[in-house]
């Protein structure tokens, strides 16, 4: 409901084409913060992807050096100990079983077995083990061996002689039996450029994991963490084992100053939002102070128009009992009758906006109040409309059925009235009745205003008491648009409240609640034909 009422446009305005001078501004500037998002945008995403392959390179590269010397490491180590029985370091591999194998043609000839595998099942990975060999002239590697529910590993060191590959020493090794040359390929030297990284230990910099051809993880350093990661693969010599190194956020401060940008983008998406209410903001107030502008020069309209039909008709009857004519007493009278008629009707139409200019300009802190009677002063106000009522052959019945007593600001008060009255009288017909009814209603005085004219919408009943609106019930009728305005302020600053109703009678009946000193028990009914 709030925000209905604060973009809400006159409906005068409605189907109006919108001025360029007031849009263009809104929209030039709702598409420059747009562009500027957009260019913003851009930037970090082309800043993030150029830091993102920066530390892709660097995590290749860590990778890759991490691949190269444990690939080195474990070729020596297994050599190391299929070649030196008595070798034994702390890095060394764990040594399960031994068995030789001579090969002719291609082919295990005599194997020397003292494990529990089958020779025919060794003499298998023997020979894809040659394969390999051929395949990479590498004489030393691993490869799987044993079954899915137990993976084991072949390591093997072939021996050439005048003819080719002639005989081989193989153990069988454990994934576990791996982790002590991963463990020290990863803290023999710094993976990662030591420029960038100082002497930080490469666990706090790379994390690293070594997976088997099936997926499983048989080694894993460091802390793992989320990051820039690559992949390599040892060889198909040394088991297809596969390598990924993933850079710490640590790394990534070092390698690239600042480290990974972060996205601007919600707070580009809340600045364009609120750039956006801004524009409509804007917008709507430009409506608005066009909107005013309009509604002062069709008050101005009004009111010049309001004030030179009594100042005609005055200056034409005043002008006519000056001419040199003779006139008899009855038309003097008539001719005085509607001078004073329209003089009357002119200072009501004056008091009314100097009324509204004084309640826009002070405050509720400088009315004077004093005990008043509410029917005396309803009665007060009626007989100084009487002639422009009379005029009109318009009766006004004055109902009190409870004297009330309240403190009124009286002259306030009395324009009030006036501009009840004044309204039913311009918007009603001709001989029609207009009923005041004044009655208490607990601690409060209840005023009912009753007319017979042609009532006011229902959802045009509130902005009826607007400033300068005009409803649909107004049609071609000319007017300031300012009474009703005054009668609400005016009630609200004595505490009381006002509203619209239908009357009995299907016109318009406008309700005053005021609070009230004392009632008294009186009915008296006046009339005014």
Known sequence: MIFRKFFRVDASLRGRRWQTPIVLPVVLALGLVIALAIQSIRATQMHRRAVANALRDYATFATWQYTRRASDYLRLTIGAQLTMRSYRSPEALDERSRFTCRF????????????AAPTTTIEAGLAEALRRTNASNQPIGILPFGDARHQQYLGYRFQRDTVGWSKCEAMILDASSLLPVFDHVAGYAPLLPPTFVSNLPNDSLVSIQVFDPRGERIASIGRQTSGMSATDILGPDLAELRVVATLHPAATERLVAGGMPASNTPQLIAMLVVAAMLCVVAFVQLRRTHEVIRLRDDFVASV?????TPLTQISLFADTLASPRERSLDERRQYLSIISREAARLGH???????????TRSSSANAQREPSMLGEEIRAAVAAFEPLAIARSVAIDVRIDNEVELPLDR???RQVMLNILDNALKFGPDGQRITIRV????????????????????DERERAFEAFVRTRASGNKTGSGIGLAVVREVIRRHGGATRLDSSPSGGTRVEIRLPATQVMSAISVTTVA
């Not at 139409?349 to 309640?359: E, K, N, P, R, T």
């Not at 009655?439 to 919408?457: F, K, N, Q």
Request: no cysteine.
């Open 439 to 458: 009655a208490s209603s607990g601690e409060s005085a209840l005023i009912l205003v009753d007319d017979e004219g042609p009532g006011v919408p229902l």
């Open 349 to 359: 139409l004056v008091d009314g906006i100097l009324h509204f200019a004084g309640l």
């Open 411 to 413: 002259d306030a008060f």
């Open 304 to 308: 010049s128009h309001e004030l030179k």
């Open 104 to 115: 002719a043609g291609g082919v295990p000839a005599a194997t020397e077995n003292k494990t």
